[in-house]
């Protein structure tokens, strides 16, 4: 059996999930990111002297690289989710299951995130990039939920990393609200793997009391999401992606 080169696959185990309302959050939440305050504030013109690593796609430096670096993820995900509706897996499930019903949101709204910053970029976005999903078997759920949990893990640590190097306001509240949504994506599918396991060791520097009698916040860890630097993702995104449509990030800093 093929496995999946990201990060650590999801622990198979049947899911206990109860039915779940329909995430209409999901669906609709993307399709206002704030568009105006994100085009008001418009790309720079960056035009930096750059030397791209061979044979990879540089995303660039500055506010448009950061843009970029969310666009090539978003691409990614919409991708994944789009061949996702493809498979057997998915088109076995019952129509008006919860399962089903999160992959649809989650396809929409990973579509709505790629086509936001493709327009928010315009002439600086970088090329449409050519996934490549060959290690994901697309009618086995475990496997599917598995790179699911890895691509919005990496989303989610990737937006938290990228932070500290958006210099305009208006981009850093942009990815502040597009991550705390990845989260959720996060959490759900998660949750379809085994409920009630979003937060994890894996993703979350988990606190823990020095003892059950100590004062608040006494112990150890921060009980902060864990974060990834762009060039530790790209490293990562590169497995699911062709040749000719590898990234680097080597100019985000």
Same mark, same amino acid.
Request: aromatic share 8%; charged share 20%.
């Given at each position: 059996?093929?496995?999946?080169?990201?990060?650590?696959?999801?622990?198979?185990?049947?899911?206990?999930?109860?039915?779940?309302?329909?995430?209409?959050?999901?669906?609709?939440?993307?399709?206002?990111?704030?568009?105006?305050?994100?085009?008001?504030?418009?790309?720079?013109?960056?035009?930096?002297?750059?030397?791209?690593?061979?044979?990879?796609?540089?995303?660039?430096?500055? %506010?448009? +690289? &950061?843009?970029? @670096?969310?666009? =090539?993820?978003?691409?990614?995900?919409? $991708?994944? /989710?789009?061949?996702?509706?493809?498979?057997?897996?998915?088109?076995?499930?019952?129509?008006?299951?919860?399962?089903?019903?999160?992959?649809?949101?989650?396809?929409?709204?990973?579509?709505?995130?790629?086509?936001?910053?493709?327009?928010?970029?315009?002439?600086?976005?970088?090329?449409?990039?050519?996934?490549?999903?060959?290690?994901?078997?697309?009618?086995?759920?475990?496997?599917?939920?598995?790179?699911?949990?890895?691509?919005? %893990?990496? +989303? &989610?640590?990737? @937006?938290?990393? =990228?932070?500290?190097?958006?210099?305009? $306001?208006? /981009?850093?509240?942009?990815?502040?609200?597009?991550?705390?949504?990845?989260?959720?994506?996060?959490?759900?599918?998660?949750?379809?793997?085994?409920?009630?396991?979003?937060?994890?060791?894996?993703?979350?520097?988990?606190?823990?009391?020095?003892?059950?009698?100590?004062?608040?916040?006494?112990?150890?860890?921060?009980?902060?999401?864990?974060?990834?630097?762009?060039?530790?993702?790209?490293?990562?995104?590169?497995?699911?992606?062709? %040749?000719?449509?590898?990234?680097?990030?080597?100019?985000?800093?």
């Amino acid at each position: 059996m093929s496995s999946i080169p990201t990060l650590p696959p999801a622990a198979p185990g049947a899911c206990s999930m109860p039915r779940l309302p329909r995430r209409s959050f999901l669906r609709y939440s993307g399709a206002g990111l704030a568009v105006g305050g994100l085009l008001l504030a418009g790309c720079d013109d960056d035009d930096d002297d750059i030397i791209t690593p061979p044979g990879t796609i540089d995303l660039g430096s500055g %506010d448009n +690289g &950061v843009l970029n @670096y969310a666009y =090539a993820l978003e691409q990614l995900e919409a $991708a994944f /989710y789009a061949q996702v509706k493809t498979g057997a897996y998915y088109k076995g499930l019952a129509a008006n299951s919860a399962e089903k019903q999160v992959f649809d949101d989650l396809a929409i709204h990973e579509q709505i995130h790629a086509d936001f910053f493709r327009k928010v970029l315009d002439t600086k976005a970088i090329k449409a990039l050519e996934p490549d999903f060959s290690t994901i078997k697309f009618d086995d759920r475990n496997s599917v939920l598995g790179a699911a949990k890895s691509f919005e %893990d990496l +989303g &989610v640590a990737a @937006y938290n990393g =990228a932070g500290r190097y958006i210099q305009t $306001a208006a /981009y850093l509240l942009i990815a502040g609200k597009i991550v705390s949504v990845e989260a959720r994506h996060a959490a759900l599918i998660r949750d379809l793997i085994n409920y009630n396991t979003f937060v994890a060791s894996d993703v979350v520097d988990l606190f823990t009391p020095t003892s059950g009698t100590s004062a608040p916040g006494v112990g150890s860890g921060t009980g902060k999401e864990k974060s990834m630097t762009p060039n530790d993702v790209v490293n990562m995104a590169n497995k699911f992606l062709k %040749d000719g449509s590898k990234i680097s990030a080597s100019n985000i800093k």
